[in-house]
């Protein structure tokens, strides 16, 4: 794997300014304080929005809480897609602060999967880590590693520590010289115009001629709509961790360096804010 720490780095502490409130429909004992917060991309949001939870159980009764919940504007946050996916996919053309609302009755049961503990995360994770590891290299790298590697990645993230997560990580971004890359790139193309939770099939980082395959090549294969024909005006951002990578990156260099700890890349396609 190329040494580029520093964009290694850039992605695992890109943090999002974020404003908590309470749904106003919810039965207080007092006025709720919005909390402020600058949530990890690369985390999931029941692993850092604990202190939240806490903040507003301070003017609430027990009796009326349950599971709780986030929205924005009006659409329930899934919980196991990465922060950072769920903030490019819905606002990521707002104003910051990011403002999301706290609920805690009327659970979307519909739209969201239950969370009632850490080890569900840890469980969802991990697989999508296997699932990746199967793409990449038949599963060999993540059926080698012992039980406490795999913990080790789990506490990684959990924990927010770049340096645990990487010793085995930087394991599973390997490959044989000679191959030229991943077997198959582990990646996901998420559009808000679309029913289809996302896109996602196999696609090789070089072809068989042996030319390396890019950004732009995957796009054009999966969802052509993305791209712009000539002389028209750009209708899509292709953003993935906040930016727009030039469509001439090649797709192994991605996924080496801006996969999300899942070892996935999670690519959003969204419209082009009009003026």
């Known amino acids: 794997m190329a040494d580029d720490k520093d964009v290694l780095r ?10 908590f ?3 106003q429909d919810e039965v207080t004992e007092r006025e709720a304080e919005p909390y402020y917060l600058l949530l990890p991309r690369v985390s999931y949001l029941p692993l850092v929005t604990d202190k939240v939870k806490k903040h507003f159980l301070k003017v609430m009764k027990a009796e009326d809480v349950e599971e709780m919940w986030l929205e924005y504007e009006g659409t329930p946050l899934k919980w196991h897609y990465p922060i950072g996916v769920l903030f490019d996919l819905h606002a990521s053309n707002t104003v910051l602060p990011w403002s999301i609302t706290v609920h805690f ?32 290299h038949k599963s060999q790298v993540v059926n080698d590693m012992q039980k406490k590697d795999h913990k080790q990645l789990w506490m990684g993230l959990q924990n927010d520590k770049f340096d645990q997560f990487w010793a085995i990580n930087r394991k599973l971004m390997e490959y044989p010289t000679e191959e030229g890359g991943f077997r198959y790139i582990p990646f996901r193309i998420y559009q808000t115009m679309s029913d289809r939770p996302f896109i996602q099939k196999l696609f090789r980082p070089v072809s068989p001629e042996g030319n390396v395959h890019t950004l732009g090549d995957l796009l054009k294969e999966m969802y052509p709509a993305a791209l712009p024909n000539d002389g028209e005006q750009k209708r899509y951002q292709v953003v993935i961790h906040g930016i727009e990578p030039l469509l001439e990156t090649p797709l192994q260099w991605l996924s080496e360096h801006l996969s999300h700890p ?5 690519i959003c396609v969204i419209p082009t804010p009009t003026d």
């Open 10 to 19: 850039d992605v695992w502490f890109g943090r999002i300014p974020t404003c």
């Open 21 to 23: 409130t309470l749904n």
């Open 105 to 136: 009755k009327n659970f979307p049961d519909r739209d969201l999967l239950h969370c009632t503990s850490n080890s569900v995360i840890e469980a969802h994770f991990m697989s999508s880590i296997k699932e990746a590891d199967a793409l990449k």
């Open 262 to 266: 899942d070892n996935f890349l999670h």
